[in-house]
């Protein structure tokens, strides 16, 4: 159980082009959802908080504009990188919990390389 | 949120038990501890967690100390697969703060 989803795994695309990466969690019902990102050789870095049906929190210097998150159902959440260039290149986790305080339960994670 | 160290490394042989220390001496009352390990390039494993009780799953052992300002993980019997880098998270209402983490090497 506590399957969560993420499409796609990779993702390489020009520069200026927005991203779509969805995260979903196929055999719960995610109240909270999160995106990481992880440059390489450094440990994961919370980007944003997202809860069903409301606006995300995000972290401090990470740019709303920028990442732009959507969590429209209980079971999807996606994010879209707007206008991406290769310093947004990362790899790009999502994670799900069926209430706050439960253990999340990771995607398999999108590496994005911006040319 | 409550900061952590741990070991950069650690080494076990095959089939012998791993524990993973942690220090996190500032946590606070509401935070529950919890384990997650990363093998490269994968997203994080969830492993166990706690608030204050030891638990034990089907992976894992969670030792709290009584004054909660420490913890150690046991894998009982570790396995090659169990190569990966372990955390040790202190956290509330959900949002993870990755430190660096322990790198558990198994070897045979």
């Known amino acids: 159980g506590a399957v969560v989803s993420q499409h796609p795994s990779r993702v390489i695309c020009k520069s200026g082009t927005s991203v779509k990466i969805e995260c979903r969690s196929l055999?719960?019902?995610?109240?909270?959802m999160f995106w990481y990102r992880q440059f390489p050789k450094q440990s994961l870095m919370l980007m944003a908080t997202s809860n069903e049906g409301s606006k995300a929190t995000y972290e401090q210097g990470v740019e709303k504009d920028k990442f732009l998150i959507n969590h429209a159902s209980l079971t999807l959440s996606t994010l879209t990188v707007t206008s991406a260039h290769p310093e947004d290149s990362s790899f790009y986790i999502c994670?799900?919990?069926?209430?706050?305080?439960?253990?999340?339960?990771f995607g398999d994670g999108t590496r994005l390389s911006i040319l | 949120d409550a900061k952590t160290t741990q070991p950069t490394s650690m080494d076990c042989a095959e089939g012998r038990a791993a524990n993973l220390p942690c220090n996190h001496s500032t946590i606070s009352g509401n935070e529950y501890v919890y384990w997650y390990r990363q093998i490269h390039s994968q997203g994080p494993q969830y492993i166990i967690h706690?608030?204050?009780n030891n638990e034990t799953n089907e992976m894992a052992s969670l030792i709290i100390t009584e004054d909660r300002k420490s913890s150690t993980l046991i894998l009982p019997h570790a396995t090659l697969r169990d190569t990966a880098v372990y955390y040790c998270?202190?956290?509330?209402?959900?949002?993870?703060?990755f430190g660096r983490g322990t790198q558990l090497t198994v070897w045979p």
């Open positions: 055999d719960f019902q995610a109240t909270t």
């Open positions: 998270i202190p956290a509330t209402l959900g949002r993870l703060y």
């Open positions: 994670s799900a919990a069926g209430t706050a305080n439960q253990p999340q339960h």
């Open positions: 706690g608030l204050k």
